[in-house]
T-cell receptor, first 113, second 117 residues
């Protein structure tokens, strides 16, 4: 699976949008971009995933560049409860039965009042 | 619908003791995983299973064994605990539909905090 690069930390003001970048320059055509987050000491929680089109759900939006070498997770209106470590993961999907996730260090996001 | 349940939530072991961590899921998922997380680090895969009766090694399998006798349960065993196995252990499960990437997100338990002294 392709490796990802994320900034180690970032701050965000409550109520503002949080834009979390992820670089995955070695991504291949059948690899998906997944985002999970881990709120202090809890198990990771799925947020969103995508292949090449932008995706949106009730939690966030995922913007993937046209060349797929990077992506941005957008939390539209950050709240204090969004303070967490956010993981960007690239994983083969579709025809593969390899559903393992490889977690890096992630980005520690702190939402401030 | 409980999701993924881990038992126990906390445990202290003495070096050389053995124990089994239990993971149970009620979502009829094919895939189950055991991860460990050390302070300030991401999760590392220990073992995983792609179906009942099957297991496979992850990136850090040494010192652990697993079994998947029933689809809903995935057991992680430590035969002779060592201080290096002090960690937080997370179990996860996911569904699989070959040929599509829908509903394939993993669901995680709340973790087991293990200390080996």
């Amino acid at each position: 699976d392709a490796k990802t690069t994320q900034p180690p930390s970032m701050d965000c003001a409550e109520g503002r949008a949080a834009n979390l970048p992820c670089n995955h320059s070695t991504i291949s055509g059948n690899e998906y971009v997944y985002w999970y987050r881990q709120i202090h000491s809890q198990g990771p929680q799925y947020i969103i995933h995508g292949l090449k089109n932008n995706e949106t759900n009730e939690m966030a939006s995922l913007i993937i560049t046209e060349d797929r070498k990077s992506s941005t997770l957008i939390l539209p209106h950050a709240t204090l409860r969004d303070t967490a470590v956010y993981y960007c993961i690239v994983r083969r999907g579709g025809v593969s039965n390899d559903y393992k996730l490889s977690f890096g260090a992630g980005t520690t996001v702190t939402v401030r009042a | 619908n409980a999701g993924v349940t881990q038992t126990p939530k906390f445990r202290v072991l003495k070096t050389g003791q053995s124990m089994t961590l239990l993971c149970a899921q009620d979502m009829n998922h094919e895939y189950m995983y055991w991860y460990r997380q050390d302070p300030g680090m991401g999760l590392r895969l220990i073992h995983y299973s792609v179906g009942e009766g099957t297991t496979a090694k992850g990136e850090v399998p040494d010192g652990y064994n697993v079994s998947r006798l029933k689809k809903q349960n995935f057991l992680l065993g430590l035969e002779s605990a060592a201080p290096s196995q002090t960690s937080v252990y997370f179990c996860a499960s996911s569904y699989s539909i070959l040929g599509t990437e829908k509903n394939t997100e993993a669901f995680f338990g709340q973790g087991t905090r293990l200390t080996v002294v």
